[in-house]
């Protein structure tokens, strides 16, 4: 079967799973320490929270939510690992590489949500101010501090990793940025260290955890309670800005889009390819990350009618392949059923005559000559444009019986573009030259056919 | 990080802004040094003269002695040209408005006191505006000012709140005797109507009357031009502005009897404050801005300043400032002699300042922002500085949401939320302003809630918008998925909701809080009966989307029935299995979820919405039936129990909804259709000419496309069209309606041999077409 079952319905017990599930985890050494460092991380959040009720700090549980979030993704990393162990071998994979993706996207805006409930706490308590207890306040700070740097720094998260560096910069990291280009100004020394682009995740720990010492220190000496809350409010728009631009990253993967950075190298190879020999345009292009890294695409290219198909969807293929790795080309001719073209690549002879009897329910009846008239505009291949609805199952209408030297033209991305063509023909024509591979191009036989149709012919 | 990499053209060192070493400025430095501290001296004295004179009497003294002296050194009347009347008139409107600000500053001087007025008051115009650029405007100018706006927003805050100064607070509670005229009784009232103490309203005062002045300098640079120069209009302003309050003068000291005993006294502090606050510091700042750059002068000005009035602040109380004071004392000030002194506030909030100032009056080191165009042969980047300020073409406020409120409206789902959204914020405002006219504190929290809830309806709202939005380049199917992920993130949101009622009411089970009822039940009952409103709205909604769908696919059946009669009559059964689903949900609660799982990812905004909804409805319903238990048996637990019993039942219900949204967005085969795929895939093989196919992928892009690729193989004598035409045909049957077929033939796998030239790439493609081989078995001759 070719379908994909992700999530096969498995008629065992939930327990009976998880034990297996369990021991195939505790099998792996990489997934053994993750699951160590989970254990820890759960008593230790466990801890945090029950400090946070005896402090009654909104700042402490800003901080125990950082600590939450690492154990959202180390939970994730786990069921990865496990998953992956052994559940890939029969599954589709590329559906996994999706899986870290939302789980990225899941554990980000699940912890700005929870920033978004401090926030709101704490305008709740900007109204009225409780006492908040310093006793645990410095120790719960920095054992999280202690704990999340530990599990930061030991355990390689991939996909945390990996969206952190593909991720435009936060707010905090613009601004430590800056601050540490002033800071190598005056002390050359240190941009070795400080120069790279920071860690956000370490960076917003320590960031908390600074801000937590100054509401230690200040509510120590002066009593002044409000700067707890003031310091949630701090770190919760810490979790934001940090979390923000990764979730953005994410989301937009989850979303099907074309990633930005490549539209530039996708928009030259897509114009390479409309200069291709036979090529008239190109359309409905979509393309899409499928996990992180990997792109996905699929493509429409209309040709010339006395083109060669399958030589042209191999040369579309070779130039998209260095960029695309899934890719699907559909190749589409205007008017194929007309006679005219049967002399192309293959003997005539092999079509019967009731081969045209079967294809005509599919087909529908010819055009009018009012959609003649409006061809152009009905035609949609600006990339700008929406994609049309699935425009290329009813091919009547695009028939027209001058319309190659109408539509030459007006490529897309092909003109006033030359670079592409020249070396490509000799290529092309090298390719053709190999003898034996069973191609012949009917050139002739389409010329003779229809010489006022191909009046600008470019061989 | 280097500047290469950034956008940043102007910073590197020869295309900068060239700064004048600092030695052969040091005159300049050192003259604007003695004027700021002169400065200083004269707020702090001028606060003590404020305690005897009359305000309005002060400032008028303070503008005639001034304009006497402008006079006798500008010559204004003798000197340039003649000042035509509607110029005059020009200048009364400036100087009443020099006059109320003024006023408002030293009503906040003797508000706050000397140093605070000086932190905040003192700001030179190019800090305020590249404050005001970075907070109201896009490009503020990179990191370092968006840091300098937020160490000033600190500082004023660090004013507001930590500035616990326990004698101002005695000051706030001096008799009503204390004010003498009307005009300082209205400020009075309007600041005790605000509801802070006296200090706190001079803080915002002070800010407020620092952006009037700002305001106003940059208005009133027209006008200076117009009269010719600054120092003409400043002295014809003082003149006209002494003129103005004449009257007010008169009237005051006629009618009210002076608390100043002997005005001999108070010339030489007079003449003190005048020189050094009216005259010296306008001459040194406009010497030093010529000389020097404004940034510059800005930066050091605020600087000595801000410290000179820090080193007073501590001396002035000081007993041998007192004893030099005690000359211009009357007796009866000895009382509260050491108010406004230095907190650890004050003195946070100087540095915050002093940093601040420095901070945003620093020329922007970030180049202007270009676009970039290409590079040079040399390979330099070139830049187009053009485009930036055509870009910002910015629309005006009003019909932007004349434009947006039209989109909403235009849809059922938009219309739908954005109606519940009006509703739902009016009962959250009604709550808020109530809670906040009784003192409640629990009404206003509830208002909160309500607050919070109302961000994943505007969420929903925003999805609904976008998912009608045109396809772009980035977005090449469409928008459509926004509302699937939205509905994925309003299920997040009610997982967290879940989450910390869970947490909430086990603590409270552990140790059950005495429940004030009585403001409970009102506001509940209004919450579930705006609930039950939108339940109803929604429930509408959806089971119209879905019996919508339902009926498209019905449709759809139907239209394809002539050919496959049992499938179209599967696929009607199928919509009306739905429909009934969708119309079973109406009433139940709980019941709703599973009809609506039925749709596959229908619609997951409007699921999620309405869960949201129907989530805040069981929270006031729980809320009830505890109130109820409360007041008849007195059962505190029930209230824990309550919400115990309804965050499970919330995150029992959110689950589907998660799995669906994340089985599209996982670009998972939609499960309602994967029989039908199947089916289609076995027929693809069945078709004549086609030898097998392979990664066939289909998913679900939002609730009206499922997308498809397919790849097929071809024996070499069949016409690639035809098979194309079938195939999609067959799958369009199955749902399938955005299909891209990849059709090859045995000659593809040659090419694409020939082209590729890495050994792995050939190796692959022989393995394809070995099983090509394999697959055909003789029936090509190839």
Same mark, same amino acid.
């Given at each position: 079967q070719g379908t994909i079952h992700p999530f096969r319905k498995t008629h065992r017990s939930f327990f009976g799973k998880l034990s297996q599930e369990f021991r195939l985890v505790t099998s792996d050494r990489q997934s053994w320490r993750i699951l160590v460092f989970s254990m820890l991380n759960v008593f230790c959040t466990g801890c945090l929270l029950m400090w946070c009720s005896s402090t009654n700090s909104m700042a402490l549980?800003? =901080?125990?939510?950082?600590?939450?979030?690492?154990?959202?993704?180390?939970?994730?990393?786990?069921?990865?690992?496990?998953?992956?162990?052994?559940?890939?071998?029969?599954?589709?994979?590329?559906?996994?590489?999706?899986?870290?993706?939302?789980?990225?996207?899941?554990?980000?805006?699940?912890?700005?949500?929870?920033?978004?409930?401090?926030?709101?706490?704490?305008?709740?308590?900007?109204?009225?101010?409780?006492?908040?207890?310093?006793?645990?306040?410095?120790?719960?700070?920095?054992?999280?501090?202690?704990?999340?740097?530990?599990?930061?720094?030991?355990?390689?998260?991939?996909?945390?990793?990996?969206?952190?560096?593909?991720?435009?910069?936060?707010?905090?990291?613009?601004?430590?940025?800056?601050?540490?280009?002033?800071?190598?100004?005056?002390?050359?020394?240190?941009?070795?260290?400080?120069?790279?682009? %920071?860690?956000?995740?370490?960076?917003?720990?320590?960031?908390?955890?600074?801000?937590?010492?100054?509401?230690?220190?200040?509510?120590?000496?002066?009593?002044?309670?409000?700067?707890?809350?003031?310091?949630?409010?701090?770190?919760?728009?810490?979790?934001?800005?940090?979390?923000?631009?990764? !979730?953005?990253? !994410?989301?937009?993967? /989850?979303?099907?889009?074309?990633?930005?950075?490549?539209?530039?190298? /996708?928009?030259?190879?897509?114009?390479?390819?409309?200069?291709?020999?036979?090529?008239?345009?190109?359309?409905?292009?979509?393309?899409?990350?499928?996990?992180?890294?990997?792109?996905?695409?699929?493509?429409?290219?209309?040709?010339?009618?006395?083109?060669?198909?399958? %030589?042209? *969807?191999?040369?579309?293929?070779?130039?998209?392949?260095? *960029?695309? !790795?899934?890719?699907?080309? @559909?190749?589409?001719?205007?008017?194929?059923?007309?006679?005219?073209? %049967?002399?192309?690549?293959?003997?005539?002879?092999?079509?019967?005559?009731?081969?045209?009897?079967?294809?005509?329910?599919?087909?529908?009846?010819?055009?009018?000559?009012?959609?003649?008239?409006?061809?152009?505009?009905?035609?949609?291949?600006?990339?700008?444009?929406?994609?049309?609805?699935?425009?290329?199952?009813?091919?009547?209408?695009?028939?027209?019986?001058?319309?190659?030297?109408?539509? @030459?033209?007006?490529?897309?991305?092909? %003109?006033? *573009?030359?670079?592409?063509?020249?070396?490509?023909t000799s290529m092309l024509n090298q390719d053709l030259a190999r003898p034996g591979m069973g191609i012949g191009i009917g050139m002739n036989l389409g010329m003779g056919a229809a010489p006022q149709r191909f009046g600008r012919h470019p061989f | 990080m280097d500047d290469k990499y950034s956008s940043n053209v102007l910073s590197s060192g020869q295309l900068g802004m060239v700064e004048v070493p600092n030695a052969r400025l040091t005159r300049y430095i050192v003259l604007l040094l003695v004027s700021k501290v002169l400065k200083a001296l004269g707020i702090f004295e001028s606060y003590d003269l404020l305690k005897v004179v009359h305000i309005v009497q002060f400032i008028f003294i303070l503008k005639l002695g001034c304009a006497v002296i402008l006079v006798f050194f500008q010559k204004p009347f003798s000197s340039g040209k003649a000042i035509s009347k509607r110029q005059w008139i020009k200048l009364l409107k400036h100087s009443v408005i020099s006059c109320i600000i003024s006023l408002l500053g030293f009503f906040g001087l003797t508000l706050c006191g000397p140093l605070r007025t000086l932190l905040l008051f003192e700001h030179s115009d190019v800090v305020v505006i590249a404050l005001l650029s970075v907070l109201f405007t896009s490009s503020g100018g990179g990191p370092s000012k968006t840091r300098g706006a937020a160490l000033f927003i600190i500082a004023v805050i660090c004013l507001l709140l930590f500035d616990n100064d326990d004698l101002m607070a005695k000051m706030a509670e001096h008799p009503e005797g204390h004010h003498d005229s009307a005009l300082t009784h209205a400020l009075y009232t309007a600041i005790a109507f605000l509801g802070v103490a006296d200090h706190k309203g001079g803080v915002v005062l002070l800010v407020v009357s620092l952006c009037l002045k700002i305001g106003f300098h940059t208005a009133s640079r027209k006008l200076s031009v117009e009269i010719g120069g600054a120092k003409r209009l400043y002295a014809l302003d003082n003149l006209v502005s002494c003129i103005v309050l004449l009257p007010w003068v008169i009237v005051l000291s006629a009618t009210t009897e002076s608390k100043v005993e002997s005005w001999s006294a108070l010339i030489l502090p007079f003449g003190m404050i005048i020189f050094s606050v009216m005259i010296l510091e306008f001459y040194v700042e406009s010497i030093c801005i010529a000389k020097m750059e404004a940034p510059r002068c800005a930066r050091y000005g605020s600087i000595f300043l801000f410290l000179s009035g820090l080193l007073l602040a501590n001396f002035w109380t000081h007993p041998l400032t007192e004893q030099l004071r005690t000359m211009s004392k009357t007796p009866q000030q000895e009382s509260t002699e050491t108010e406004h002194v230095l907190s650890g506030g004050v003195l946070v909030s100087a540095i915050f300042f002093i940093m601040a100032d420095s901070i945003l009056s620093s020329p !922007?080191?970030?180049?202007?922002?270009?676009?970039?165009?290409?590079?040079?042969?040399?390979?330099?980047?070139?830049?187009?500085?053009?485009?930036?300020?055509?870009?910002?073409?910015?629309?005006?406020?009003?019909?932007?949401i004349k434009d947006s409120l039209k989109q909403i409206l235009e849809e059922y789902d938009s219309r739908q939320i954005f109606y519940f959204l009006c509703l739902n914020l009016a009962f959250t405002f009604v709550e808020l302003f109530y809670g906040v006219w009784t003192n409640s504190l629990g009404l206003i929290?509830?208002?909160?809630?309500?607050?919070?809830?109302?961000?994943?309806?505007?969420?929903?709202?925003?999805?609904?918008?976008?998912?009608?939005?045109?396809?772009?380049?980035?977005?090449? =199917?469409? =928008?459509?998925?926004?509302e699937i992920l939205s509905g994925f993130i309003n299920g997040l949101f009610l997982m967290v909701i879940a989450f910390f009622v869970f947490v909430e009411s086990v603590t409270r089970l552990v140790d059950p809080p005495n429940i004030n009822t009585d403001m409970l039940t009102p506001v509940s009952v209004g919450g579930l009966l705006v609930n039950l409103v939108g339940i109803c709205a929604f429930s509408h909604a959806h089971s119209h989307g879905a019996a919508k769908s339902n009926c498209s696919s019905h449709d759809h059946g139907h239209s394809h029935g002539h050919g496959h009669s049992e499938h179209g009559h599967s696929h009607g059964g199928h919509g009306h299995g739905g429909n009934g689903h969708g119309q079973s949900s109406h009433g139940h609660s709980h019941g709703s979820s599973h009809g609506h799982s039925h749709g596959g990812g229908m619609n997951a905004n409007m699921r999620g919405v309405f869960l949201h909804v129907l989530a805040d409805t069981l929270g006031s319903v729980g809320v009830i039936i505890s109130t109820i238990l409360i007041r008849q048996f007195g059962w505190l637990i029930a209230d824990p129990i309550c919400s115990l019993f309804i965050s499970t039942l919330i995150f029992l219900s959110v689950i589907p909804l998660l799995t669906d949204a994340a089985e599209v967005l996982?670009?998972?085969?939609?499960?309602?259709?994967?029989?039908?795929?199947?089916?289609?895939?076995?027929?693809?093989?069945?078709?004549?000419?086609?030898?097998?196919?392979?990664?066939?992928?289909?998913?679900?892009?939002?609730?009206?496309?499922?997308?498809?690729?397919?790849?097929?193989? /071809?024996?070499?004598?069949?016409?690639? @069209?035809?098979?194309?035409?079938?195939?999609?045909?067959? *799958?369009?049957?199955?749902?399938?309606?955005?299909?891209?077929?990849?059709?090859?033939?045995?000659?593809?796998?040659?090419?694409?041999?020939?082209?590729?030239?890495g050994f792995h790439d050939v190796l692959a493609m022989t393995q394809q077409m070995e099983s090509m081989n394999y697959l055909k078995d003789g029936t090509c001759i190839m």
């Open positions: 549980t800003a =901080y125990t939510y950082l600590t939450i979030f690492d154990l959202f993704s180390r939970v994730f990393s786990v069921i990865f690992v496990c998953l992956i162990a052994h559940v890939c071998v029969c599954v589709f994979s590329t559906r996994f590489k999706r899986l870290e993706v939302l789980a990225v996207f899941a554990s980000t805006v699940l912890v700005q949500l929870g920033a978004l409930f401090i926030l709101k706490e704490s305008v709740e308590r900007f109204v009225e101010q409780p006492e908040v207890h310093t006793g645990r306040l410095l120790v719960g700070t920095f054992v999280a501090l202690f704990f999340n740097l530990l599990t930061l720094l030991s355990v390689k998260n991939k996909p945390f990793v990996y969206v952190s560096e593909a991720a435009s910069t936060s707010w905090l990291q613009e601004h430590v940025a800056d601050l540490s280009r002033s800071l190598c100004g005056i002390i050359p020394g240190l941009s070795s260290v400080l120069l790279p682009r %920071m860690n956000p995740f370490v960076l917003i720990n320590v960031a908390g955890a600074l801000s937590l010492s100054i509401t230690y220190m200040l509510i120590e000496i002066n009593n002044y309670n409000a700067v707890d809350t003031a310091s949630a409010v701090a770190i919760g728009l810490m979790i934001f800005g940090t979390m923000y631009p990764m !979730s953005v990253y !994410s989301g937009k993967v /989850l979303l099907q889009t074309t990633p930005s950075h490549v539209i530039g190298q /996708l928009d030259k190879l897509l114009r390479e390819v409309s200069t291709l020999e036979g090529v008239l345009e190109v359309r409905n292009e979509h393309f899409w990350t499928v996990g992180f890294g990997s792109l996905a695409g699929s493509v429409h290219v209309r040709i010339r009618r006395d083109a060669n198909e399958q %030589m042209v *969807l191999a040369h579309v293929t070779n130039r998209l392949f260095t *960029l695309v !790795s899934t890719l699907t080309v @559909q190749i589409f001719k205007d008017d194929w059923i007309r006679p005219s073209l %049967m002399a192309e690549a293959l003997p005539a002879s092999t079509l019967r005559p009731s081969d045209y009897g079967g294809l005509s329910s599919f087909v529908p009846p010819p055009p009018k000559p009012s959609e003649d008239i409006n061809r152009l505009t009905s035609t949609p291949f600006k990339p700008s444009s929406p994609p049309p609805e699935f425009s290329f199952n009813t091919p009547g209408r695009h028939v027209h019986p001058v319309v190659l030297p109408n539509t @030459q033209p007006q490529r897309p991305y092909g %003109m006033g *573009l030359s670079y592409g063509a020249s070396p490509y | !922007s080191k970030k180049g202007q922002k270009g676009t970039l165009v290409g590079y040079s042969p040399e390979g330099t980047p070139l830049y187009n500085f053009m485009g930036d300020a055509l870009q910002h073409t910015s629309q005006s406020l009003p019909r932007f929290s509830d208002g909160f809630h309500m607050l919070f809830d109302c961000s994943a309806l505007v969420l929903g709202l925003f999805a609904a918008l976008m998912t009608r939005w045109k396809a772009t380049r980035i977005y090449s =199917y469409g =928008y459509g998925r926004v996982l670009l998972r085969t939609p499960p309602e259709h994967e029989k039908d795929l199947n089916i289609a895939l076995e027929k693809i093989e069945k078709v004549e000419g086609v030898l097998s196919y392979r990664d066939p992928h289909f998913w679900r892009h939002s609730a009206s496309v499922i997308a498809g690729t397919i790849h097929l193989q /071809l024996m070499s004598d069949v016409v690639e @069209q035809r098979i194309i035409q079938q195939v999609t045909a067959i *799958l369009k049957d199955a749902g399938v309606n955005n299909l891209s077929v990849q059709v090859e033939k045995e000659a593809y796998f040659q090419h694409m041999s020939g082209l590729t030239t």
